[in-house]
């Protein structure tokens, strides 16, 4: 049973910066997903199990950085220079068996977290 526990979400002011944690109970290819109100679930970064192929998308692009810990199998999301468009529900994902290709569609994405709301205030 693949569990995956996400921490650190918070209300912060625009400009703030944010960690995001998930604790995975073993080494998976992940991403790092969001949803806000009204829209659909949408990709933020992902990196596979060796902490390679790195993606991120566009609107985050040098302001959020995606890492692990293959220590304690925990994934990271740094956000820095947040703005109140990245307010969301955050949801780490993993894929099943062993790929190593990170992907954007969460359809490719097998384990989901509960997430952690981060809000961001003008």
């Known amino acids: 049973q693949v569990q995956l526990v996400e921490s650190g979400g918070g209300l912060v002011q625009a400009g703030d910066s944010l960690r995001l944690s998930c604790a995975a109970s073993?080494?998976?290819?992940m991403g790092w997903f969001r949803q806000a109100p009204g829209k659909e679930r949408e990709f933020v970064a992902g990196l596979n199990s060796y902490g390679g192929n790195i993606l991120y998308t566009d609107s985050v692009k040098g302001r959020f950085t995606i890492y692990r810990d293959n220590a304690d199998n925990t994934l990271y999301l740094q956000m820095s220079s947040l703005k109140p468009e990245d307010t969301a529900v955050y949801y780490c994902?993993?894929?099943?068996?062993?790929?190593?290709?990170?992907?954007?569609?969460?359809?490719?994405?097998?384990?989901w977290g509960r997430g952690t709301q981060v809000t961001v205030s003008a």
């Open positions: 073993g080494r998976y290819t």
């Open positions: 994902a993993a894929r099943g068996g062993h790929t190593i290709a990170t992907a954007r569609s969460n359809a490719l994405y097998d384990y």
